[in-house]
């Protein structure tokens, strides 16, 4: 029931996040969605603690199914490397809540 | 000579020579694997298309493990179609690129080829994780590209691009998880009729939702016309040809195995296809600046694209594979003419422009073609497509045959007057007298008189005059065309060799 509770409490954050105006309560936001959606695919082969997914330390029976951690695995490092770049975004670009344009060198015109 | 183990090839050497520009970055090296890169996956697609009609699908399973537990590689009729024409697609925007000299930005080059990695994986991948690493690995480029090209806006829209995109991304993610949870396999040829336990349908629900929303079917469709528009020309186009459209194709694949062509919201997805064809259409009245005008387009060209799925048979699956490769044509051709209309004369606003019709004889008479395509009339691909699925909608019988074509009717003609306005607003009206030039300065900040001799080069005309010809050449062989749309329709239909070549 754990793996639920938090899975619910993640998105609710994320949500609330998400709704806020700046940029890294944004990412923040996506952050832990994406922590929610590592928790629902780790929750589709291991539901309840099994073994470790390695023929000599659990048997068959036990051990746990490996492809959902290595779904997991895949999906931290591409979360990862989106966070770092959504986070070198917050910095360039003009604040949200004006409409000041950014310092670019041109001027602009419609 | 494509064999199936050359099938990752198609995905991997884009990344490799994404690799390859990163590490070397002399500009002539760069310039040469962004035009080489395109071509040998398009002529890659070429011949794997050829192979099709006898052997209908190819399919390698990576690293000999079992089959069902490796991960598969699949090429059939559909997707070495959609690899050809997006390279082709694709080749023509790097051509405008290198053109416009975009392509020696820092990065651009390496950032376009693992873009283009990324599709082809997207495409021959046949399984849907893979699928989501693939729209991923096309996805983190994108990113990228959004903010390194076109004008200051990018930067704000560029942020909506990716809280969107990976919002939906992680939709996507826990989708499949759901569906490995209670499919217990994510391989699409075990996946074959899965759709019919109730526990799969839900979760493949939330992969199709995401899908959509990746695809901008309406009421999804809000982020495409906001941030499209504002980076440049040829980035605009490489997105239109290639992100809605892997979508689009995920859409297909998806629902044509796991429901076999009868998801429970059948329903509801043909309302949301309706609106699409329409919104798109009469939206695009709001917008005065030609590639905003062209973006409310796309959406439109998704609900017809969609309709060829929710009629779902055999012959409305051709039709709408045709609708799908003349578009990410014909659009290709609108927005580099946009394109080659803004370098030009600095902007793409109707009201800054006029008299094009008098300046640019054979600007003009491309993108009168051109137009013409995207509306449906002869002669161009485009008529052939609406004609299609036209034929399609009457042939699905009841309600809904009057209720598609109507709206597809109306869809035409709203496209028709707002396009019109585009054409009054840039080709038409008095001559030109000042116009923005590009200054290292001061950017397109400063209005000077326009001279004579500035006018649309040759050179900036060929990608969209290229595309223009391939459109035509869609009417002129229809039927050939209509023949491969048809053999990729049924390899949908009939997922038996599909099967049978995965699992061996």
């Known amino acids: 029931m754990i793996i639920p509770i938090t899975v619910g409490v993640l998105t609710a954050g994320a949500i609330y996040l998400m709704l806020q105006r700046g940029m890294v309560r944004i990412i923040f ?14 929750s589709a082969g291991v539901t309840a603690w099994r073994g470790e997914p390695f023929p000599d ?23 990862l490397a989106v966070t770092v770049l959504m986070l070198a975004m917050a910095v360039i670009g003009h604040n949200d809540d004006t409409k000041r344009m950014p310092e670019t060198g041109e001027t602009h015109r419609r | 000579m494509m ?3 050359l099938l990752p090839f198609l995905a991997v050497l884009p990344i490799a020579a994404s690799a390859a520009t990163v590490l070397w970055r002399n500009a002539t090296w760069q310039r040469i694997w962004l035009l080489a890169i ?3 996956t398009g002529l890659g697609a070429l011949d794997l298309l050829l192979q099709h009609r006898e052997t209908p699908v190819i399919a390698e399973n990576v690293g000999a493990f079992v089959p069902g537990v490796a991960i598969p590689f699949v090429s059939d009729t559909l997707s070495a179609l959609m690899i050809l024409v997006t390279s082709l697609t694709v080749l023509m925007c790097l051509v405008f690129m290198t053109i416009t000299g975009e392509s020696r930005y820092r990065l651009v080059t390496p950032l376009v080829l693992m873009l283009l990695g990324g599709v082809n994986g997207a495409f021959l991948t046949g399984d849907l994780f893979n699928l989501f690493v693939f729209v991923e690995v096309m996805l983190l480029p994108s ?7 076109g004008t200051w806006r990018r930067l704000g829209v560029g942020r909506t691009f990716v809280v969107v995109n990976l919002l939906t991304s992680t939709i996507l993610l826990i989708g499949v998880g759901l569906v490995y949870a209670t499919a217990e396999t994510v391989n699409l040829a075990l996946l074959v009729g899965a759709g019919s336990d109730p526990r799969t349908m839900l979760s493949s629900g939330v992969v199709l939702l995401a899908l959509s929303i990746k695809a901008a079917i309406v009421p999804l469709h809000t982020w495409l016309p906001r941030t499209y528009p504002a980076t440049s020309a040829s980035v605009m186009a490489l997105f239109s040809a290639l992100h809605t459209k892997v979508a689009l194709y995920a859409l297909y694949r998806v629902t044509s195995t796991l429901y076999e062509g009868q998801p429970p919201w059948i329903m509801v997805l043909a309302v949301l296809v309706g609106l699409s064809l329409v919104v798109g259409s009469y939206s695009t009245f709001g917008e005065r600046v030609m590639r905003r005008a062209l973006s409310w387009q796309m959406v439109a060209g998704v609900g017809h694209i969609m309709l060829g799925l929710v009629l779902f048979t055999q012959f409305s699956l051709g039709a709408g594979i045709f609708y799908m490769i003349h578009h990410i044509i014909t659009m290709g051709a609108l927005i580099l003419g946009a394109g080659a209309i803004e370098q030009t004369y600095g902007s793409g606003r109707y009201e800054r422009l006029s008299g094009i019709i008098r300046r640019d004889r054979l600007l003009t008479i491309g993108y009168a073609l051109a137009l013409m395509s995207l509306i449906g009339l002869p002669p161009s691909s485009g008529f052939f497509g609406k004609v299609g699925l036209v034929q399609a909608s009457a042939q699905a019988g009841g309600a809904w045959q009057a209720v598609f074509i109507t709206l597809i009717f109306v869809g035409a003609l709203g496209s028709l007057v707002a396009m019109q306005r585009l054409w009054v607003g840039v080709f038409w009206g008095p001559d030109m007298e000042d116009y923005l030039p590009d200054s290292p300065e001061t950017g397109r900040g400063t209005t000077v008189a326009l001279t004579d001799d500035v006018r649309v080069t040759p050179r900036l005309l060929a990608p969209m005059a290229v595309l223009v010809l391939t459109q035509l050449a869609m009417f002129v062989f229809a039927g050939p065309i209509m023949q491969v749309t048809t053999r990729a329709a049924q390899g949908l239909v009939d997922l038996q060799p599909y099967v049978q070549a995965v699992t061996g």
């Open chain 2, 38 to 40: 395109p071509v040998l």
């Open chain 2, 143 to 149: 990113y990228a590209l959004i903010a390194v090209t």
């Open chain 1, 57 to 79: 330390a659990a048997g068959a029976a036990d051990a746990g199914d490996p492809l959902p951690q290595a779904f997991v695995l895949t999906a931290i490092v591409i979360a």
């Open chain 1, 29 to 42: 936001g996506l952050s832990l969605l994406a922590h929610a959606a590592n928790l629902v695919i780790l």
């Open chain 2, 3 to 5: 064999t199936s183990a």
